[in-house]
T-cell receptor, first 115, second 112 residues
Framework: NAGVTQTPKFQVLKTGQSMTLQCAQD?????MSWYRQDPGMGLRLIHY???????DQGEVPNGYNVSRSTTEDFPLRLLSAAPSQTSVYFC??????????????FGEGSRLTVL | TQLLEQSPQFLSIQEGENLTVYCNSS?????LQWYRQEPGEGPVLLVT?????EVKKLKRLTFQFGDARKDSSLHITAAQPGDTGLYLC????????????FGKGTLLTVNP
């Protein structure tokens, strides 16, 4: 049972470097999202998608890009990493319930450190 | 941005004690979810409540949604060390909005 798979699990970057966090789900979920989790800040929504070809901004989108070319994949791109982007990143997917997100299924997280 | 305030932020108790954690907002939510997160893992859904005044029970856990759909509580009876974790509430505002807003969480430690 793969569920939501995130790679890599750990990454260290230097300021200004770019990278992509990968997220794949095998549950045919329409909704996918990226959150970041920081101590004392809870989970904050970065970007989300309600289907292939459709993306929208969350609460903290600056510095991040996303695309949704297939139902299964939702990569998160950091174009020029900054120390403020040091965090644990979670990808989540769901079958929307009406106009609500429904139950979110989370990956195990990707811990990113920007030096 | 709709805010969800959780209290207490930290809670350390002995095995067998009862506890309640709270999730409050000034905004109305169409539904509210509770998740539990263990170290090194993603959150896992415990329950979803959608009706004002609704009470749901999951073994020793009791969840309540406020009548006005602005607040919720989680009560654990006879806590066990396996209940240790970060408890997060999350709300959907409804409308055409697919943004799920999370509280900052309550970190519960149950000591044997």
């Amino acid at each position: 049972n793969a569920g939501v798979t995130q790679t890599p699990k750990f990454q260290v970057l230097k300021t200004g470097q770019s990278m992509t966090l990968q997220c794949a789900q095998d549950m045919n979920h329409e909704y996918m999202s990226w959150y970041r989790q920081d101590p004392g800040m809870g989970l904050r929504l970065i970007h989300y998608s309600v289907g292939a070809g459709i993306t929208d901004q969350g609460e903290v989108p600056n510095g991040y890009n996303v695309s949704r070319s297939t139902t299964e994949d939702f990569p998160l791109r950091l174009l020029s990493a900054a120390p403020s982007q040091t965090s644990v990143y979670f990808c989540a997917s769901s079958i929307p319930s009406g106009r609500a997100t429904g139950e979110l299924f989370f990956g195990e997280g990707s811990r990113l450190t920007v030096l | 941005t709709q805010l969800l305030e959780q209290s207490p932020q930290f809670l350390s108790i002995q095995e067998g004690e009862n506890l309640t954690v709270y999730c409050n907002s000034s905004s109305v939510f169409s539904s509210l979810q509770w998740y539990r997160q263990e170290p090194g893992e993603g959150p896992v859904l415990l329950v979803t409540v959608v009706t004002g005044g609704e009470v749901k029970k999951l073994k020793r856990l009791t969840f309540q949604f406020g009548d006005a759909r602005k607040d919720s509580s989680l009560h654990i009876t006879a806590a066990q060390p396996g209940d240790t974790g970060l408890y997060l509430c999350a709300g959907n505002s409804g409308g055409s909005n697919y943004k799920l807003t999370f509280g900052k969480g309550t970190l519960l430690t149950v000591n044997p």
